[in-house]
């Protein structure tokens, strides 16, 4: 059974920077696959905001562009999300999702 467990939300204030973090257990494919990052603010639609291949590729929402990094560590089976730069409209619930396993959602809110 695959499972994905994120850690690193919390709150912090505009023009601040967080990590979060992905651990997936349970598959043995998880250098072969893709990644990607979520979020879901009050209200909205769930957004796409980043992703990054097998081999490394990254695509990002544009309002992220230059602030937020994704970056996987097959080693650890476990993937990364750099936020740097936070800005109010990037409070939600931020989901990490691999192939078709969701993470149980880790809640970031920027705010002074």
């Known amino acids: 059974q695959v499972h994905l467990v994120e850690s690193g939300g919390g709150l912090v204030q505009p023009g601040g920077s967080l990590r979060l973090s992905c651990a997936v257990s349970g598959s043995i494919f998880f250098s072969k696959n893709g990644v990607a990052w979520y979020r879901q603010a009050p209200g909205k639609q769930r957004e796409l905001v980043a992703t990054i291949s097998s081999g490394g590729s990254t695509n990002y929402v544009d309002s992220v562009k230059g602030r937020f990094t994704i970056s996987r560590d097959n080693a650890k089976n476990t993937f990364y999300l750099q936020m740097n730069s936070l800005k109010p409209e990037d409070t939600a619930v931020y989901y990490c999702?691999?192939?078709?396993?969701r993470g149980q959602g880790t809640q970031v809110t920027v705010s002074s």
């Open positions: 999702a691999y192939v078709t396993y």
